[in-house]
């Protein structure tokens, strides 16, 4: 089905921008998210919306996950604790602290309200990772059908965005989600699984998927383990 407010993610330019404008509200998100296409502000809230769908497209494959062996103690340990959508909003603010003291951030106070109203909507979802009362490390993103776009995450303890991620695909996997979306290759997702596909490969799995019945639920799945 087409979408109701942007081109097709095929003809974006060469810069994989889509649409310069529109709306951080649900219904642009929602959209946006079930054609391929995702808001990445390049100029802050004073300045109108951006609209992407990159090329290539990066996606970790749900049975393809890689965690170390390393990861599997320090998750053993009890080191950390694991939850979901107990901090949505803290999760996101920590995503949206520069990385290095130069850095900028694209988690505008405008994008941290429209995904927080989509929280509320029961439509995104975070991965919290705890060390006693502190939260230390999370993952965030959105949730249509069978596919979870993932959005951004962050650490201030060592492997404790790692745990999240781990925490997360294994809870899309026993809820039977069938695409894992993180829009963008990293070395930090690359070493553990993360592959590149063609834009045109990736919305035909998309649009394969997003229509299944599949839910988040409410109680976060034990972690199963992947690789070695």
């Not at 965030?140 to 925490?167: C, N, Q």
């Not at 809870?171 to 989600?177: E, F, P, T, V």
């Not at 070395?187 to 599949?214: C, F, K, N, Q, W």
Request: glycine residues 10%; contains cysteine.
């Amino acid at each position: 089905m087409a979408s109701r407010f942007f081109p097709p993610a095929e003809q974006a330019d060469e810069n994989d921008l889509v649409l310069v404008g529109g709306r951080l509200t649900s219904e642009w998100l929602l959209d946006a998210y079930r054609h391929g296409i995702f808001p990445w502000p390049m100029w802050g809230d004073w300045m109108p919306m951006t609209w992407f769908s990159l090329d290539p497209r990066a996606i970790i494959p749900l049975n393809g996950l890689y965690v170390s062996s390393r990861l599997k103690r320090t998750i053993r340990s009890g080191k950390f604790q694991v939850t979901c959508d107990k901090a949505f909003r803290d999760v996101m603010k920590g995503c949206s602290l520069p990385r290095h003291e130069k850095d900028g951030t694209w988690i505008s106070p405008a994008m941290i309200k429209a995904y927080c109203k989509l929280h509320a909507e029961g439509h995104a979802h975070s991965v919290e990772v705890w060390q006693g009362e502190e939260l230390v490390g999370g993952i965030y993103g959105v949730a249509i059908g069978g596919v979870f776009a993932g959005e951004s995450m962050f650490h201030t303890v060592r492997d404790a965005s790692k745990v999240a991620l781990t925490a997360l695909v294994s809870h899309l996997n026993q809820r039977g989600y069938k695409l894992f979306d993180i829009q963008q290759w990293t070395a930090h997702t690359g070493s553990m699984g993360a592959i590149e596909i063609d834009r045109s490969d990736y919305l035909r799995l998309l649009g394969s998927v997003v229509d299944l019945p599949v839910t988040f639920g409410e109680q976060l799945s034990e972690i199963e383990y992947f690789g070695d």
